[in-house]
C-alpha cells in the first residue's frame, strides 16, 4: 500500500504555471528584483516597455509587480515561506524581463539561490546579489556596479564602468575584457582576471589564488593571506603584492612593485627598468629580466641563504650575505631581502 502511494507521489506531474505582464514605460529612477529561488535574466529589447515572462510551478514562487512614477518593483518569491517537498526532480522557475537597454538609472536585484543573468544594460549604478547562485554580466555599462555572492560565482565579461566593486566570502570571481577600477574581495574562493584596464586595482583574497592576465592599471595592490598571485602582462606604474604563505609570480611586468611573502617564494621577470622593493621570510627571490639595456641600482640582502647573479655590475660590497652593485647609471633601485632564503638575478 506504501510503495503503491509513493508510485503515485512520483508519478505525479507538478503543474507549471506561467504569468505574463507588459508595462508601458518611458524612462525610471530605479527597478528593483527579488527572488527566492528563482533564476532571473535580463535582455533588451527595442520597445518601450518591460515584458515580464514568469515560469513557475504549483507551491512555488508567484509573480508580483508594483509600479510608480519612477519606480517599478517586480517580486517573485512563494507565499507561504516554509519548505516545499517534492519527489524527483524540482522544477525551476524562471523570470525573464525583456527591456530598453537604458530604462533605468539604478539597478537592484537579488536572488537567494538562483542564477542572475544580465546583458547589455546601460545604467548609473547597477546593485547585484546572489546568495548561493551564480551572477552572471555581459556588455555593461555603469557609473557603478556592485556585486556580491556567499558561495556562489560572479562572472562579468565587457564591463564599462567608473568602479566595480565585488565581495565573494567562498566563491570564485572571474572579470574579462573589462574598463575601469575594480576593488573586490573573496574570502576562500579564487580570482581571475583577463584584458583589465583602469586606474585603481585592489583585490584582497583569503585563501584563494589570484590570477591576472594582460592587466593595465596606474596602481594596483593585491593581497592574498594563503593563496597564491599569479599575473602575466601585467603593467602598472606601482604594484603591491603581499602573501602570507603562498607564492608571488609575476612574468612581462612594467612598472615598480613592492612585495612581501612571509614564507613564500617571489619569482619576477621584469620588462622594463624599475624600482623594486621584495621581502621574503622564509622564501626564496628569483628575478628575470628580458633582454634591454639595464639602468639599475641593485642592494641586495640575505639572513642565511646566498645570492647569484649573471649580471655584470660595478659592485661596491659583494660577500655572500650582501651585493651592492649598480648596472648604468643605477636610476633605478632594486632592493631584495630575504631571511633563510637564496636570492637570484639573471638576465
Not at 157 to 174: H, M, T, W, Y
Not at 180 to 186: A, E, L, M, R, Y
Not at 297 to 304: E, K, N, P, V
Not at 329 to 343: D, F, H
Amino acid at each position: 500500500m506504501v510503495g503503491g502511494l509513493l508510485n503515485k507521489l512520483i508519478g505525479t506531474p507538478i503543474n507549471t504555471i506561467r504569468q505574463e505582464e507588459s508595462i508601458e514605460v518611458d524612462r525610471l529612477k530605479s527597478i528593483t528584483v527579488s527572488s527566492d529561488i528563482a533564476t532571473v535574466k535580463v535582455l533588451t529589447h527595442e520597445l518601450p516597455r518591460v515584458d515580464i515572462q514568469f515560469e513557475s510551478y504549483e507551491g512555488g514562487p508567484v509573480l508580483k509587480t508594483e509600479k510608480t512614477e519612477e519606480a517599478l518593483m517586480i517580486i517573485a518569491e512563494k507565499e507561504r515561506k516554509g519548505s516545499t517537498f517534492f519527489f524527483g526532480t524540482l522544477p525551476k522557475s524562471i523570470l525573464q524581463l525583456y527591456v530598453p537597454r537604458d530604462i533605468a538609472d539604478n539597478w537592484d536585484i537579488r536572488v537567494t539561490s538562483g542564477k542572475i543573468a544580465m546583458k547589455q544594460l546601460i545604467a548609473e549604478t547597477f546593485r547585484i546579489s546572489a546568495t548561493s547562485g551564480v551572477i552572471q554580466a555581459t556588455d555593461i555599462t555603469a557609473g557603478k556596479m556592485f556585486t556580491d555572492t556567499t558561495s556562489g560565482k560572479i562572472i562579468i565579461d565587457k564591463l564599462r564602468a567608473d568602479k566595480l566593486q565585488f565581495l565573494a566570502n567562498s566563491g570564485k570571481v572571474e572579470i574579462n575584457s573589462s574598463y575601469g577600477d575594480i576593488t573586490g574581495k573573496v574570502g576562500s574562493g579564487s580570482v581571475r582576471m583577463a584584458e583589465v584596464k583602469g586606474e585603481e586595482l585592489d583585490i584582497r583574497d583569503g585563501s584563494g589564488r589570484v590570477i591576472l592576465n594582460e592587466i593595465y592599471m596606474k596602481n594596483a595592490t593585491i593581497r592574498a593571506n594563503s593563496g597564491t598571485i599569479t599575473a602575466e602582462h601585467f603593467w602598472s606604474e606601482t604594484t603591491e603584492a603581499n602573501v602570507g604563505s603562498g607564492r608571488i609570480e609575476l612574468r612581462d611586468i612594467r612598472g615598480a612593485v613592492k612585495g612581501d611573502a612571509n614564507s613564500g617564494n617571489i619569482n619576477l621577470v621584469m620588462s622594463d627598468n624599475s624600482a623594486l622593493d621584495l621581502r621574503t621570510g622564509s622564501g626564496n627571490i628569483h628575478l628575470d629580466y628580458q633582454d634591454f639595456e639595464l639602468d639599475i641600482l641593485f642592494d641586495i640582502r640575505t639572513g642565511s641563504g646566498g645570492i647569484q647573479t649573471n649580471i655584470a655590475m660595478n659592485t661596491e660590497q659583494k660577500d655572500r650575505n650582501h651585493l651592492y652593485g649598480k648596472v648604468g647609471n643605477g636610476k633605478n633601485v632594486v632592493r631584495l631581502r630575504t631571511g633563510s632564503g637564496n636570492v637570484s638575478i639573471n638576465k
